[in-house]
Protein backbone atom coordinates (compact mmCIF):
# COMPACT_ATOMS: atom_id res chain seq x y z
CA UNK A 1 0.00 0.00 0.00
CA UNK A 2 1.39 3.37 -0.71
CA UNK A 3 1.42 5.59 2.40
CA UNK A 4 2.93 8.90 3.61
CA UNK A 5 2.97 9.28 7.63
CA UNK A 6 3.92 12.29 9.09
CA UNK A 7 5.19 13.11 12.73
CA UNK A 8 6.58 15.54 14.81
CA UNK A 9 3.52 18.08 15.08
CA UNK A 10 2.91 19.76 18.86
CA UNK A 11 2.41 22.56 20.44
CA UNK A 12 5.96 24.89 20.64
CA UNK A 13 6.53 28.55 21.86
CA UNK A 14 6.80 31.59 19.58
CA UNK A 15 10.36 31.48 18.25
CA UNK A 16 11.34 28.12 18.94
CA UNK A 17 12.23 25.41 16.36
CA UNK A 18 10.45 22.12 15.07
CA UNK A 19 10.99 19.09 13.02
CA UNK A 20 8.40 17.58 11.12
CA UNK A 21 9.10 13.95 9.55
CA UNK A 22 7.23 11.65 6.85
CA UNK A 23 8.07 8.19 6.32
CA UNK A 24 6.87 6.76 3.03
CA UNK A 25 6.02 3.32 2.12
CA UNK A 26 4.71 1.24 -1.23
CA UNK A 27 6.37 3.08 -3.81
CA UNK A 28 10.21 3.93 -4.66
CA UNK A 29 10.61 6.94 -2.92
CA UNK A 30 14.02 8.01 -4.51
CA UNK A 31 12.37 8.01 -7.80
CA UNK A 32 10.66 10.92 -6.82
CA UNK A 33 10.57 15.00 -5.94
CA UNK A 34 8.63 15.34 -2.13
CA UNK A 35 7.06 17.89 -1.02
CA UNK A 36 5.05 19.83 2.14
CA UNK A 37 1.86 21.38 1.82
CA UNK A 38 0.21 22.87 5.18
CA UNK A 39 -3.78 24.13 5.60
CA UNK A 40 -5.31 26.42 7.97
CA UNK A 41 -8.72 27.48 8.46
CA UNK A 42 -8.24 30.71 7.49
CA UNK A 43 -5.88 30.53 4.25
CA UNK A 44 -6.73 27.23 3.06
CA UNK A 45 -3.99 25.17 1.48
CA UNK A 46 -0.23 26.24 1.06
CA UNK A 47 2.37 24.90 -1.06
CA UNK A 48 5.16 24.97 1.45
CA UNK A 49 8.36 23.74 0.39
CA UNK A 50 9.56 20.86 -2.46
CA UNK A 51 12.86 18.89 -3.01
CA UNK A 52 14.25 16.97 -6.01
CA UNK A 53 14.89 13.18 -5.65
CA UNK A 54 18.30 13.39 -5.02
CA UNK A 55 17.92 16.71 -2.95
CA UNK A 56 19.58 19.00 -5.51
CA UNK A 57 16.46 21.32 -5.99
CA UNK A 58 14.79 22.45 -3.21
CA UNK A 59 12.56 25.55 -3.23
CA UNK A 60 10.44 27.37 -0.64
CA UNK A 61 7.20 29.42 -0.49
CA UNK A 62 8.06 33.02 0.07
CA UNK A 63 6.54 32.94 3.61
CA UNK A 64 9.07 30.21 5.13
CA UNK A 65 12.22 31.42 2.86
CA UNK A 66 14.90 31.22 5.42
CA UNK A 67 13.08 30.14 8.24
CA UNK A 68 12.37 26.49 7.15
CA UNK A 69 14.86 23.57 6.07
CA UNK A 70 13.73 20.46 3.78
CA UNK A 71 15.44 17.43 3.21
CA UNK A 72 15.42 14.14 2.31
CA UNK A 73 17.12 10.35 3.70
CA UNK A 74 16.03 7.94 0.83
CA UNK A 75 18.04 5.23 2.19
CA UNK A 76 14.94 5.63 4.90
CA UNK A 77 12.05 6.43 3.04
CA UNK A 78 11.65 9.76 4.61
CA UNK A 79 11.32 13.60 4.27
CA UNK A 80 11.49 16.40 6.79
CA UNK A 81 10.79 19.94 7.50
CA UNK A 82 12.94 22.14 10.12
CA UNK A 83 10.81 24.52 11.10
CA UNK A 84 12.49 27.32 13.02
CA UNK A 85 12.03 30.76 14.25
CA UNK A 86 8.31 29.36 14.19
CA UNK A 87 5.12 32.29 14.53
CA UNK A 88 1.09 32.24 15.13
CA UNK A 89 1.11 31.85 11.24
CA UNK A 90 2.54 29.09 11.60
CA UNK A 91 0.33 27.32 13.46
CA UNK A 92 -1.30 24.61 10.65
CA UNK A 93 -1.74 21.07 9.61
CA UNK A 94 1.06 19.93 7.71
CA UNK A 95 1.03 16.94 4.54
CA UNK A 96 3.83 15.95 2.98
CA UNK A 97 2.79 14.57 -0.91
CA UNK A 98 4.22 12.86 -3.12
CA UNK A 99 4.68 14.89 -6.55
CA UNK A 100 2.59 13.22 -9.22
CA UNK A 101 3.99 12.53 -12.52
CA UNK A 102 7.03 14.24 -13.06
CA UNK A 103 9.40 11.57 -12.16
CA UNK A 104 12.86 12.49 -9.98
CA UNK A 105 12.93 16.72 -10.96
CA UNK A 106 11.26 19.15 -8.89
CA UNK A 107 8.67 20.54 -11.03
CA UNK A 108 5.11 22.58 -10.52
CA UNK A 109 3.18 19.45 -10.50
CA UNK A 110 0.30 17.93 -8.94
CA UNK A 111 0.33 15.91 -5.95
CA UNK A 112 -1.13 12.18 -6.13
CA UNK A 113 -0.17 10.37 -2.34
CA UNK A 114 -0.82 12.51 0.73
CA UNK A 115 -0.50 11.59 4.19
CA UNK A 116 -2.95 12.35 6.99
CA UNK A 117 -1.30 15.13 7.92
CA UNK A 118 0.52 16.38 11.74
CA UNK A 119 -0.67 19.23 13.42
CA UNK A 120 1.57 22.55 14.65
CA UNK A 121 0.45 24.65 16.85
CA UNK A 122 2.57 27.80 18.07
CA UNK A 123 1.08 29.45 20.61
CA UNK A 124 2.80 30.48 24.44
CA UNK B 1 2.21 34.39 -7.88
CA UNK B 2 -1.05 33.20 -9.76
CA UNK B 3 -4.39 33.66 -7.58
CA UNK B 4 -6.76 30.67 -7.65
CA UNK B 5 -10.59 31.64 -7.40
CA UNK B 6 -13.41 29.29 -6.72
CA UNK B 7 -17.17 29.53 -6.75
CA UNK B 8 -19.48 29.40 -5.33
CA UNK B 9 -18.27 29.02 -1.66
CA UNK B 10 -21.08 26.88 -1.26
CA UNK B 11 -22.99 24.63 -3.54
CA UNK B 12 -26.31 22.54 -2.30
CA UNK B 13 -27.07 19.90 -4.64
CA UNK B 14 -29.46 16.83 -4.33
CA UNK B 15 -28.12 13.03 -4.79
CA UNK B 16 -28.52 12.43 -7.99
CA UNK B 17 -27.82 15.40 -9.49
CA UNK B 18 -25.31 17.36 -11.64
CA UNK B 19 -22.84 19.60 -10.00
CA UNK B 20 -20.66 22.25 -11.81
CA UNK B 21 -17.81 23.93 -9.90
CA UNK B 22 -16.20 26.74 -11.42
CA UNK B 23 -12.11 27.73 -10.47
CA UNK B 24 -10.62 30.73 -11.94
CA UNK B 25 -6.79 31.31 -12.63
CA UNK B 26 -5.68 35.08 -12.32
CA UNK B 27 -3.37 34.51 -15.49
CA UNK B 28 -2.86 31.61 -18.31
CA UNK B 29 -2.18 28.40 -16.93
CA UNK B 30 -2.57 26.37 -19.96
CA UNK B 31 -3.86 23.22 -18.75
CA UNK B 32 -2.03 22.74 -15.76
CA UNK B 33 -4.71 22.77 -13.41
CA UNK B 34 -5.53 19.83 -10.75
CA UNK B 35 -9.02 19.39 -8.82
CA UNK B 36 -9.06 17.61 -4.79
CA UNK B 37 -11.59 16.19 -2.95
CA UNK B 38 -11.36 16.42 0.71
CA UNK B 39 -13.41 15.12 3.22
CA UNK B 40 -13.37 15.94 6.79
CA UNK B 41 -10.59 14.45 8.91
CA UNK B 42 -8.63 13.69 5.67
CA UNK B 43 -6.49 14.87 3.42
CA UNK B 44 -6.37 15.95 -0.23
CA UNK B 45 -7.68 13.22 -2.66
CA UNK B 46 -6.21 14.04 -6.62
CA UNK B 47 -9.39 13.67 -8.52
CA UNK B 48 -7.79 15.14 -11.60
CA UNK B 49 -4.62 16.36 -13.55
CA UNK B 50 -3.81 18.16 -16.32
CA UNK B 51 -6.97 20.01 -16.44
CA UNK B 52 -8.77 17.09 -17.75
CA UNK B 53 -7.27 13.62 -16.97
CA UNK B 54 -8.79 11.45 -14.05
CA UNK B 55 -6.14 10.38 -11.67
CA UNK B 56 -5.91 6.06 -10.85
CA UNK B 57 -8.85 4.87 -9.20
CA UNK B 58 -11.07 8.19 -9.78
CA UNK B 59 -14.81 7.47 -10.98
CA UNK B 60 -15.80 8.65 -14.41
CA UNK B 61 -18.87 10.89 -13.39
CA UNK B 62 -15.59 13.32 -12.59
CA UNK B 63 -14.77 15.39 -15.56
CA UNK B 64 -12.70 17.96 -15.62
CA UNK B 65 -12.44 21.03 -19.09
CA UNK B 66 -11.37 24.29 -19.51
CA UNK B 67 -7.59 25.84 -19.99
CA UNK B 68 -6.27 28.88 -19.67
CA UNK B 69 -7.50 30.57 -16.74
CA UNK B 70 -11.35 29.20 -16.85
CA UNK B 71 -11.88 25.61 -15.50
CA UNK B 72 -14.81 23.34 -14.43
CA UNK B 73 -14.83 20.06 -12.65
CA UNK B 74 -18.37 18.69 -13.25
CA UNK B 75 -19.97 15.78 -10.99
CA UNK B 76 -22.11 14.50 -13.04
CA UNK B 77 -24.59 12.08 -10.77
CA UNK B 78 -23.86 13.00 -7.01
CA UNK B 79 -23.53 10.39 -4.75
CA UNK B 80 -23.40 10.68 -0.99
CA UNK B 81 -19.67 9.78 -0.65
CA UNK B 82 -19.07 13.14 -2.97
CA UNK B 83 -20.23 15.57 -0.37
CA UNK B 84 -17.27 17.08 0.42
CA UNK B 85 -14.97 20.32 -0.43
CA UNK B 86 -13.29 20.45 -3.10
CA UNK B 87 -10.23 22.46 -4.23
CA UNK B 88 -8.48 23.49 -7.42
CA UNK B 89 -4.72 24.28 -8.00
CA UNK B 90 -2.38 25.41 -10.39
CA UNK B 91 0.51 23.62 -11.48
CA UNK B 92 2.73 25.48 -14.01
CA UNK B 93 4.39 28.22 -12.25
CA UNK B 94 6.04 28.40 -8.21
CA UNK B 95 4.74 28.90 -6.17
CA UNK B 96 1.97 26.47 -6.46
CA UNK B 97 -1.07 28.17 -5.72
CA UNK B 98 -4.85 26.45 -4.25
CA UNK B 99 -8.34 27.90 -5.01
CA UNK B 100 -10.23 28.69 -1.78
CA UNK B 101 -12.37 25.65 -1.99
CA UNK B 102 -16.26 24.70 -2.90
CA UNK B 103 -17.91 22.96 -0.42
CA UNK B 104 -20.63 20.55 -1.65
CA UNK B 105 -23.81 19.88 0.06
CA UNK B 106 -26.63 17.82 0.46
CA UNK B 107 -29.09 20.09 -0.62
Known amino acids: EVQLVESGGGLVQPGRSLRLSCAAS????????MHWVRQTPGKGLEWVSG????????RYADSVQGRFTVSRDNAKNSLYLQMNSLGAEDTALYFCAKQGYTVASLWPDAFDIWGQGTMVTVSS | EIVMTQSPATLSVSPGERATLSCRASQSVSSNLAWYQQKPGQAPRLLIY???TRAAGIPARFSGSGSDTKFTLTISSLQSEDFAVYYCQQHINWPLTFGGGTKVEIK
Open chain 1, 26 to 33: GFRFEDYA
Open chain 2, 50 to 52: GAS
Open chain 1, 51 to 58: ISWNSGTI
